[in-house]
Every structure is written in C-alpha cells, then in structure tokens.
C-alpha cells in the first residue's frame, strides 16, 4: 500500500544548520522513499527497522525517528528543498559513513520490490555527490537486491 509523503511546511525546522550523522543517514532512507512522492508501508517498515537494528544507530534515541522524518519531509518541501537535503547529508557524514548511507538508501528502493524512476534518479545523485565510486556502488545495489529478493 502507498501512503503520500508527509505534507512539507515552509521553513527548514534545522534551520540550515548541520544535522548529526544518525539525521543525515534517515535522511537519506526518506529522500529515497520520497522520491516519487509516495511512500509504501515496505519503505517505512525498512526505515524502522535499520534505525532499530543496525548498530550505526546504537547510540541514537529511538524516540526521535518520528521527529528526524519530519523535519526531513519539511526539508523536502522547500523550493531547494533536494539541493539543501544532499548538501546536509554530505556534511554531516563522516567519510567511512558515505558508503553505509547509500547502502540504506538502496535497502530502502529494495524493499518494495520495486525501484521507480525518481528512486533510481535520487540514487544517482547520491552516488555522485557521496563520491561513491561507480563498482562499488554496482556492489551495494547488488547486495541490496539479493537481500531483497523473493521467489
């Protein structure tokens, strides 16, 4: 079942400041899910369960995940709302996190089973502007289809 995007306000809620690693990487997870403007129970259902699982967020308060979709989702809405989102998500993580945020980002397309257009789209510019490089980029999208797949 697809459920439209969170409806985006006006205003950035970080207010152009840098967010932590843990929001740059569900940021990332929502900009994919976003994508083409809907998000299915399979996309929300993976975010949960990468925050609660994967140990890069251990030490983040669970809590928060409704709050960190949110002001990701009021990010979006913005004219350059795209633009600002990739640029936080490049300042905020760590070089040794860029590879963990676009293998997230292809879990989340993978989890519906389907990847549309403007999921693939918002993938490439995530590779480019992570500076993934392009082999390995073809392995994570790999390993996140076969995590993925269903007979």
């Known amino acids: 079942m697809r459920q439209p995007v969170p409806a985006a306000g006006t205003k950035s809620t970080n207010g152009g400041s840098m967010i932590d690693h843990h929001a740059a990487l569900i ?3 929502f900009l994919v899910a976003a994508a083409d403007e809907e998000m299915t129970d399979a996309e929300i259902d993976i975010i949960g369960e990468i925050v609660n699982y994967l140990p890069v967020f251990r030490d983040y308060d ?3 995940l409704g ?3 949110a002001e990701s989702a009021e990010l979006l809405g913005l004219a350059d709302g795209l633009e600002r989102g990739l640029k936080s998500i490049k300042e905020a993580l760590p070089q040794k996190l860029r590879e963990t945020a676009y293998a997230l980002a292809c879990d989340v397309v993978a989890a519906d089973g389907e990847a549309t257009q403007e ?4 993938l490439e510019l995530l590779r480019h502007r992570l500076s993934i490089d392009r082999l390995v980029a ?3 999208e790999r390993g996140a289809r076969a ?3 269903t007979v």
């Open 119 to 122: 999921e693939l789209r918002i």
């Open 27 to 29: 940021q990332t997870m």
């Open 147 to 149: 995590r993925f797949m």
């Open 67 to 69: 709050t960190t979709l």
């Open 62 to 64: 669970k809590a928060r």
């Open 138 to 140: 073809a392995a994570i």
